[in-house]
């Protein structure tokens, strides 16, 4: 892919776990996206102004910051109000889903990250589907 104008899609993953980062990179490379990663929400904010990603993954317990006030810092920058932001996160009680989505959040995903659902999630929220 050497014409510019067919850049792959480019995912943003902000994960601090090394095990479900590798894994989410791991699907996303195979199904032909762009991954970029960041271990913290600091970092992962910092990036998305310097990569412009087309969709955000980000954990919601993270050091520092979590994932709640990445979505308000990332949706507080204009050229992020579009991008979709999908919550990944361990917390799947009754409840858990709606108050992520209530926060802003355009999608949740619960671990462990089932391979096939999590694609398709993704996927699905870029309109590639």
Do not use: H, W
Not at 3 to 31: C, G, H, K, S, W
Not at 71 to 95: I, S, W, Y
């Amino acid at each position: 892919m050497n014409d510019p104008a067919q850049r792959r899609t480019r995912v943003l993953v902000i994960e601090d776990n090394p095990a479900n980062m590798e894994l989410a990179r791991y699907i996303l490379t195979r199904f032909g996206y762009d991954v970029d990663a960041a271990v913290d929400g600091e970092s992962g904010v910092a990036q998305v102004e310097a990569l412009a990603p087309d969709i955000v993954i980000c954990d919601l317990q993270l050091p520092g910051i979590d994932g709640f006030e990445v979505l308000r810092r990332l949706k507080a920058l204009p050229a992020m109000r579009a991008v979709p932001v999908l919550a990944v996160t361990a917390f799947a009680m009754v409840g858990d889903r709606e108050r992520v989505l209530a926060a802003g959040f355009d999608g949740y995903i619960a671990k462990p990250i089932d391979p096939q659902s999590f694609v398709q999630q993704v996927t699905a929220m870029l309109g590639r589907a």
